[in-house]
């Protein structure tokens, strides 16, 4: 197109290329509206593990799902510059460029599966998870979904989605959280705090409750 408008040499041409100018400038918000539709094609790397509309999986693979895409695109930042830990995500985030990381995160985002399959956990669990989530316990944790949002569905940027998040991925991270809260002292208000607060008992009640919440 611009090469047209550089060579409108009569009237008409010009005519047919602000025309043309104009039907681009009406398709090109759409195409942008569709990049969270259309999954990049780098999705195919991630849905081996995640699925391929990020689920995740029982084996401990995080539900990506519907959380939000700064949230998403930070997390995938760090582990390309090696921040945050993880043998798996390291060597895969290397690859992908910043524009591969912020189409992936939107197209995520978007997505809404079904739970992961899973075996259902224990119902003692789930009921004292549930009253964790919501009212916190008398060892001084705080409820989970004062910082987590409504129902677990995250809270802006800072605060990651936890529901529907599999077992085995929440008990990994709150783990992880509490070695780092052991190496170092926690700042008040973070996730390493409230982990350093938890009992193992806790940590099992959070993560079936979580496994067995649909996001919404
Ligand atoms: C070989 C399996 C595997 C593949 C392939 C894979 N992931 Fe992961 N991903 C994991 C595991 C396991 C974790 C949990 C890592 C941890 O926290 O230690 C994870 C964590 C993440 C997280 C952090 C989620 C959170 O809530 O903290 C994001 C974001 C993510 N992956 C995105 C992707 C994207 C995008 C792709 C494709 C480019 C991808 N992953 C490919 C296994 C995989
Ligand atoms: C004071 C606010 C606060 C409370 C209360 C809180 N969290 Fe968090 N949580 C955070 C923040 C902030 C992060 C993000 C930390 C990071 O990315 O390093 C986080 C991260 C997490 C993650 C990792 C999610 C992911 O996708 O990687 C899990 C799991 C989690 N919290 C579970 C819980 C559970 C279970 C409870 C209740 C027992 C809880 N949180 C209570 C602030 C909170």
């Known amino acids: 197109m611009l090469f047209a408008v550089c060579r ?3 009237a008409r041409d010009f005519f047919l290329s602000v025309r043309m100018g104009v039907v681009f400038m009406l398709i090109f918000p759409f195409s ?13 790397i991630c849905a081996a593990c995640h699925g391929s509309s990020g689920a995740g999986s029982a084996a401990g693979v995080p539900r990506i799902a519907g959380m939000n895409a700064d949230y998403l ?7 390309k510059a090696g921040t945050r830990r993880s ?14 990381i912020n189409a992936l995160a939107h197209f995520f985002s ?21 009253t964790l989530a919501m009212h916190g316990g008398d060892n001084g944790v705080p409820a989970c979904f004062s910082c987590h949002g409504e129902n677990g569905r995250g809270n802006g940027q800072r605060f990651p989605g936890i529901a529907g ?37 806790q940590i099992h009640a959070a993560a079936a409750f979580l496994s067995v919440t649909q996001p919404h």
Not at 73 to 79: D, I
Not at 120 to 130: E, F, H, I, M, S
Not at 166 to 189: M, S
Request: proline share 12%; net charge negative.
């Open 8 to 10: 409108f040499a009569r």
């Open 32 to 44: 942008l509206l569709s990049l969270a539709a259309t999954p990049p094609a780098s999705v195919q």
């Open 73 to 79: 695109a930070h997390a995938l930042t760090m582990f």
């Open 87 to 100: 043998d798996v995500m390291q060597p895969i985030a290397k690859t992908l460029s910043d524009a591969d």
């Open 110 to 130: 978007a997505q809404n599966p079904p739970l992961a399959p899973a075996p259902a956990p224990a119902t003692d669990l789930v009921t004292a998870g549930n």
């Open 165 to 201: 998040e599999p077992d085995a991925f929440v008990v990994n991270r709150l783990h992880e959280f509490q070695v780092r809260a052991k190496a170092d002292t926690p700042k008040p208000g973070s996730m390493t705090e409230v982990a350093s607060k938890l009992t193992e008992e």
